[in-house]
């Protein structure tokens, strides 16, 4: 059953992305690039890596995507973009991309790296698991170990945003 | 006698029985909600309300049913087809599913194994609601952007921008319900409330406020339903919707309002829990426990089938409660204008939130460190503390108008009516304001 849901949804994830690509309008573009979200974070949850899948769902399709509709929206960008498009250059990209895509897959699948996690990290993580529960398991290096990249990080967006403030005023 | 969680074969029929029942129920709430929002809304007014079909109008809702399938569907030349389409299915969809985390009694014994009164108990608990009810804005931003009507498209583009707003006041006046609970499923948080012998609503109080006020922006409902304001945009976001369609729009509203009053009963008010540690129950190690003794051993809890349903009733109470405080505070307070929304979640719930969050993290941390046991005393020092940073919000939201304001403004007409009784010979009004 399991195996058949985690399927299920690589299709899904697969498929709703080429959507992206395929979709005649802006808006079917990001309905498509939710529903890949989704289906990730439904892979996710399959892994039991629920924090992630929560996360997700939280920060990507209900934050960030909803931003993203708000501007299509706002600008209603329409088709002009559609001009640009030359067939030739177009193919040749598409070409390269689904090649590289089977290329990965294939070597994947023919044992380049193993898939599950086994061994000594997945009995730490089970322990870290037990102990701290889903969101601890997380927290716990995230605030100790690790807890100077993950400040920098937060320190690299507040610059990003300062920055977007600064172009926008100077602009106007 | 060793209580075993239910297994096997029984605990498949166990499932589908509580899907089916949980999902039955929420649905004739959600239909009796609508009734209940007319006839209160009438008793407020001093009107009759709907009372012409079945007794009391009791089968008004049913009536309303029959009425939406049986009309003529409309679909707008203009809209775009499929999304039109889409937009109801999205936003009923995350309504119904966030109950499945909420618990909604104390477990049941069975011959067959104990059987927890939740859907799914999941390891995210909390998160889960979140990120099912932030899906929740596609749909009303689709409804009204796919209609291709100006007042309709207005209505989504408000939705957006206010529930992304106020997600974030949500999710942070949250914080503090997670530290104090330590983990974020909503059965150790029930649990926890019972542990520490007070409901959240008293030690986090200032959370408990900021979190309503969030949830009702969150379910656009008055006075934050900008989306949908009569007076300005027709209907809003639905505008173009008839028959089922509309309906589906009227029956994620009132999902949402009923899942947000479980989720605040179960966050503030303890959830199923009733006073006394008669009902308390919780899966510690493999056992059914109501409690731990002084010298650190487990009390086993002894559940029975009439605690299960004498915390349902308090469930039930409690949510209930919040529904009619929905429809209360509906027909009370004026719509707020759009700016003023967005002032008060970004300059006002936003910024007291994370100061709140961070007083609470603070108070929590000092009370730890000195070994305070947690329990009722731990909860009346974090009482104190909360009740002051919610004095100091009150008095710093009212900002000299409603409490002071009005004590000001009555003493100006005292003084006002003395003037006037010492000038005799000249009428005047009896009241300058």
Known sequence: MEAFLFYFFFVMAIGAAVGVVLSKSPVGSLLFMVTTLFAISAEFVLLEAHFLAAVQVIVY??????????????????????????????????????????????WRTRGGEGLAASGAGAQEIQAALEQYGAVGAIAQPLYTTYVVPFEITGILLLVAIVGALVLAKRNA | MDYQPISGVWSYVAMSLKVTLIFTVVMVVVAYTTLAERRVSAWIQDRHG?????????????????????????????????????????????????????PIAAPLPTPAGVVDMIIADIPIGILYVLAFSSLAVYGVVLGGWASNNKYAFLGGLRASAQMVSYEVA??????????LAGNVTLTEIVWQQQQLGMWFAFPLSLAFILFVISAFAETNRLPFDMPEAESELVTGYHTEYSAMKFSAFMISEFGHMVTASALMATLFLGGWDLPGSWDNAHWYQGQLISGFAADGSVILASP?????????????????????????????????????VMSLGWKVML?????YAMLMAGTILTLDEIGLAYGFGYGLVLTAVSGMATVGFVFMLDRGRTITGAAAQRTQRIQTKTIQVGEAGHPQPEEAA
């Open chain 2, 304 to 340: 029975a089938l009439w605690k299960t349903l004498a915390t349902f009733g308090g469930f039930a109470a409690k949510t209930g409660f919040f529904l009619v405080l929905y429809i209360w505070i509906r027909w009370t307070l004026p719509r707020f204008r759009y700016d003023q």
């Open chain 2, 50 to 102: 709907p009372n012409r079909v079945g007794p009391f109008g009791l089968l008004q809702p049913i009536a309303d049913g029959i009425k939406n399938i049986l009309k003529e569907e409309t679909l707008p030349a203009t809209a775009s087809r499929v999304f039109f389409i889409l937009a109801p299915i999205l936003v009923l969809f995350p309504s119904l599913v966030t109950f499945a985390v909420i």
């Open chain 1, 61 to 106: 399709a209900g934050a960030i995507m909803v931003l993203f509709l708000f501007v299509i929206m706002l600008l209603n960008l329409g088709h002009d973009y559609r001009q640009d498009l030359r067939v030739g250059v177009f193919s040749l990209a598409w070409v390269v991309v689904v090649s590289a895509m089977a290329g990965v897959v294939g």
């Open chain 2, 170 to 179: 949500l999710g942070l006046s949250l914080l503090a319900v997670l530290m």
């Open chain 2, 351 to 355: 910024p007291t939130a994370l100061a």
